[in-house]
C-alpha cells in the first residue's frame, strides 16, 4: 500500500528535476537574450548619435556652401567693377 505513493512520489520528484533543470536552462537563454538586447540598444544609440552628429556636420557644411557662393558672386562683381575702373583709369 505504501509502495504505490513512494513510486509516484519517486516520479514526482524526476518531472520535478527535470522541470527544474527545464526552467534553468530557459532562465540562462532569457538572461543571455537580455544581455545581447541590451548590447544591441546600446549600438543602436551609438549610431543613433553618430547619425545625428553626421547630419549636424551636413547642415552645416551647406550653410558654409551657400556662404561661399554668395562671396564668390560678390567677388566677381567686384572684379568686373575693377576691371571697368582699371579700363577708365588708363
Known sequence: ??????????EGNRQLAVGTKL???????QEACEKKAAALNEES?????K?????DQLNTN??????A?????GLADEKSRWEEEVKRLR
Not at 526552467?23 to 537563454?29: D, S, V, Y
Not at 544609440?45 to 548619435?49: I, S, V
Not at 557662393?69 to 558672386?73: E, F, I, S, T, V
Open 1 to 10: 500500500m505504501l509502495k504505490p505513493i513512494l513510486d509516484k512520489l519517486e
Open 23 to 29: 526552467l534553468n536552462q530557459l532562465q540562462a537563454e
Open 45 to 49: 544609440a551609438a549610431c543613433q548619435k
Open 51 to 55: 547619425k545625428d552628429e553626421t547630419q
Open 62 to 67: 551647406r550653410l558654409r556652401l551657400i556662404r
Open 69 to 73: 557662393k554668395k562671396l564668390l558672386g
